[in-house]
């Protein structure tokens, strides 16, 4: 199992950005996905998540203003991130797991995980 993120970069308060995780080595469309993020000094923690069924699950920190999305046809998971806020800025790095989660947010239901993309947004 691969995941590659990309779509990270710098961005002012108030923008947007589109997060993208490639899988492979894997049936996509019967994994659990989510996007967690670390904040240098904190704790990695769960943004978004999305199951086999299209349910999903946002952190509320983001409700509203992010979106996660999947295309199993191109095996990608997609977060659309708007209104950011210099408190969005962290790594991002999608994970994955083969079958339903419960909660879809902790990092404990995941056990693969790509690299991460960095995401900065300024005041």
């Known amino acids: 199992v691969q995941l590659v993120e990309s779509g990270g970069g710098s961005v002012q308060a108030g923008g947007s950005l589109r997060l993208s995780c490639a899988g492979s080595?894997?049936?996509?469309?019967?994994?659990?996905m989510a996007w967690f993020r670390q904040a240098p000094g904190k704790e990695r923690e769960g943004v978004a998540s999305?199951?086999?069924?299209?349910?999903?699950n946002y952190a509320d920190s983001v409700k509203v203003r992010f979106t996660i999305s999947s295309d199993n046809g191109k095996s990608t998971l997609y977060l659309q991130m708007d209104s950011l806020t210099p408190d969005d800025t962290a790594m991002y790095y999608c994970?994955?797991?083969?079958?339903?989660?419960?909660?879809?947010?902790?990092?404990?239901?995941?056990?693969?995980w790509g690299q991460g993309t960095q995401v900065t947004v300024s005041s």
């Open positions: 999305i199951d086999s069924a299209g349910s999903t």
């Open positions: 994970a994955a797991y083969p079958g339903p989660v419960v909660n879809g947010l902790a990092t404990y239901e995941y056990n693969y």
């Open positions: 080595g894997y049936t996509y469309s019967t994994y659990s």
